[in-house]
T-cell receptor, first 114, second 116 residues
């Protein structure tokens, strides 16, 4: 399973764009990159997923360079409610056994200030 | 779509009792479900992976006789903490996946277990 490395914490101000980078040097060919958001005492919430290049949805963008050894989650114009822990996961895809698992890293604690 | 529920959302029990936590995929069939445990200010720790109709695969260091997992249908998995002790107090989270190659996991809201 590919190990991920993220900054432990980041601070930002309301209205700013926040970019959180994740390193995954040993990503496998069939791995996808997925980002989750977690608030205290809640389950993680899916934000975005990608395989290569750029993916954008209504809440975030995900940038993946050609070598796929890193990825960057971009949150445009953050608000106080975006204060949370953000996890970057690299999944092995569906294994031949019919199952797969994902290992959570430490995540990045984002603090958005007024 | 892709909603996962957990019941109960919180539970307080006495030491030595057993507690069952349910995880349901409400609008999709989950071929695989995962159980995690999370201590305060720590990341999620995978406990086990379960596929419908087969025995769960436990992570190293997780006692399978203490944390009983049953995945009887494509929409329901249960985690039973047997003979709970205070050190089992934690936030338990399940997730489910539809099993497609993109392996997106959808998480339940979690269950706060407090063992007195």
């Amino acid at each position: 399973l590919a190990k991920t490395t993220q900054p432990i914490s980041m601070d930002s101000y309301e209205g700013q764009e926040v970019n959180i980078t994740c390193s995954h040097n040993n990503i496998a060919t069939n791995d996808y990159i997925t980002w989750y958001q977690q608030f205290p005492s809640q389950g993680p919430r899916f934000i975005i997923q990608g395989y290569k290049t750029k993916v954008t949805n209504e809440v975030a963008s995900l940038f993946i360079p050609a070598d796929r050894k890193s990825s960057t989650l971009s949150l445009p114009r953050v608000s106080l409610s975006d204060t949370a822990v953000y996890y970057c996961l690299v999944g092995p895809g569906k294994m031949n056994t019919g199952g797969f698992k994902t290992i959570f890293g430490a995540g990045t604690r984002l603090f958005v200030k007024a | 779509g892709a909603v996962v529920s957990q019941h109960p959302s919180w539970v307080i029990c006495k030491s030595g009792t057993s507690v069952k936590i349910e995880c349901r995929s409400l609008d999709f069939q989950a071929t695989t479900m995962f159980w995690y445990r999370q201590f305060p200010k720590q990341s999620l720790m995978l406990m086990a992976t379960s596929n419908e109709g087969s025995k769960a695969t436990y992570e190293q260091g997780v006692e399978k006789d203490k944390f009983l997992i049953n995945h009887a249908s494509l929409t329901l998995s249960t985690l039973t903490v047997t003979s709970a002790h205070p050190e089992d107090s934690s936030f338990y989270i399940c997730s489910a996946t539809q099993g497609v190659s993109s392996d997106t996991q959808y998480f339940g809201p979690g269950t706060r277990l407090t063992v007195l």
